[in-house]
C-alpha cells in the first residue's frame, strides 16, 4: 500500500486478556519499528526489526510484550495479561533502511479496562 | 529517564508571527536530531531534521537551530500558519545506537496558532 497500516485503530479489552496488534508496512522497507504512547508522554521505542536478522528487543517494557515479522514484512506485536498500564497508542513505523525517515502509521489506541 | 525534553506542553501564536518550539538532551553521545509534527488520529510526520556537525538547518517556513554546547535545539515557524497547528516532537539518536535509528523522544508541545 502507499502508507503503513495497522489495525484495529482502536481496541478495548479487558485486564488479563491478551491483544494482538498488527502493522503493514510499506512494500519493500526493510526496517520496522515499534513504539508507543502513553498519556502525557513521548513516543517510547519498543522494538525494531531489520531485515532478516535478529530484531531488537531492548524497548520490551515487559515479557508480556513480544513481536515477530513475518517474511519480512507483516509485523504482530502481541501483549499478554494486559494491565491498565499498557493502555497507550501502539505506532508502527517501517524505512527503506539507512536513515531516519521513517513512515509512521496513524496507531492503534489500547485501552485495558 | 527522559533523555528529550520539551518542557512547553502548549504554545499559543498568532498567524503570521513566529513560532519558537523548544527541545533540551541529556545524552551528550546523540549526534542527530528531528522534529516531527502530529495531527490527532495520524501518526507523526518527519518535518525537519539537523545533523550534530551543523548547528542550522532550513526548509522552507521551518528552520532547527542547534546548540551542541548547551545540549538544546529549537525550531522555528515563520510566519506561522493555522494549518501549523498540530503537536511537535523533537526527537534524538546517537550513531552508536545498537537499535538500528531508533529514536528518543520528546513528550511533544501542542501548538495552535489561532488567525
Known amino acids: 500500500g502507499a502508507g503503513v497500516s495497522q489495525s484495529p485503530s482502536n481496541k478495548v479489552t479487558e485486564k488479563g486478556k491478551d491483544v494482538e496488534l498488527r502493522c503493514d508496512p510499506i512494500?519493500?522497507?526493510?526496517?520496522l519499528y515499534w513504539y508507543r504512547q502513553s498519556l502525557g508522554q513521548g513516543l517510547e521505542f519498543l522494538i525494531y526489526?531489520?531485515?532478516?536478522?535478529?530484531?531488537?528487543k531492548s524497548g520490551l517494557p515487559s515479557d508480556r510484550f513480544s513481536a515477530e515479522r513475518t517474511g519480512g514484512s507483516v509485523s504482530t506485536l502481541t501483549i499478554q495479561r494486559t494491565q491498565q498500564e499498557d493502555s497507550a497508542v501502539y505506532l508502527c513505523?517501517?524505512?527503506?533502511?539507512?536513515?531516519?525517515?521513517?513512515?509512521f502509521g496513524s496507531g492503534t489506541r489500547l485501552t485495558v479496562v | 529517564d527522559q533523555q528529550v525534553k520539551q518542557n512547553s506542553p502548549s504554545l499559543s501564536v498568532q498567524e503570521g508571527r513566529i513560532s519558537i518550539l523548544n527541545c533540551d538532551y541529556t545524552?551528550?553521545?546523540?549526534?542527530?536530531f528531528l522534529w516531527y509534527k502530529k495531527y490527532p488520529a495520524e501518526g507523526p510526520t518527519f518535518l525537519i531534521s539537523?545533523?550534530?556537525?551543523?548547528d542550522k538547518n532550513e526548509d522552507g517556513r521551518f528552520t532547527v537551530f542547534l546548540n551542541k554546547s548547551a545540549k538544546h535545539l529549537s525550531l522555528h515557524i515563520v510566519p506561522s500558519q493555522p494549518g501549523d497547528s498540530a503537536v511537535y516532537f523533537c526527537?534524538?539518536?546517537?550513531?552508536?545506537?545498537?537499535?538500528?535509528?531508533?529514536?528518543?523522544f520528546g513528550k511533544g508541545t501542542s501548538l495552535l496558532v489561532t488567525p
Open positions: 513505523a517501517s524505512s527503506g533502511g539507512g536513515d531516519y525517515g521513517y513512515t
Open positions: 512494500s519493500g522497507h526493510t526496517a
Open positions: 526489526f531489520q531485515g532478516n536478522s535478529a530484531p531488537d
Open positions: 545524552n551528550s553521545m546523540f549526534d542527530y
Open positions: 539537523i545533523s550534530s556537525i551543523k
Open positions: 526527537a534524538a539518536s546517537g550513531s552508536n545506537s545498537n537499535s538500528g535509528y531508533a529514536l528518543n
